[in-house]
């Protein structure tokens, strides 16, 4: 019987996962808040795809900051 292992994430999906930790923290969650930076060994291309995806949510706002961080802000919409 053959084992497949699966296969590696690739580096967006690595950036992504990397993020969604962070995004999904308890105190990140707590405050609504997260920021977050690039790392040296991602690519650009990852990191400006990503944030265009995040960017695209109704709730969420983006911030650029001096120092290279992007912090990102989010409402939870109220319940009818």
Do not use: C
């Not at 997260?34 to 790392?39: C, Q, R, S, V």
């Amino acid at each position: 019987m053959a084992t497949t292992s699966p296969s590696p994430l690739d580096s967006y999906q690595q950036l992504g996962l990397r993020i969604s930790k962070i995004i999904n923290s308890p105190t990140a969650q707590k405050a609504k808040s997260a920021l977050i930076f690039k790392l040296e060994h991602e690519s650009p291309e990852d990191w400006a795809q990503l944030l265009e995806e995040i960017g695209e949510n109704d709730n969420v706002t983006l911030a650029w900051r001096d120092d290279g961080g992007v912090q990102i802000f989010w409402v939870v919409p109220k319940e009818d």
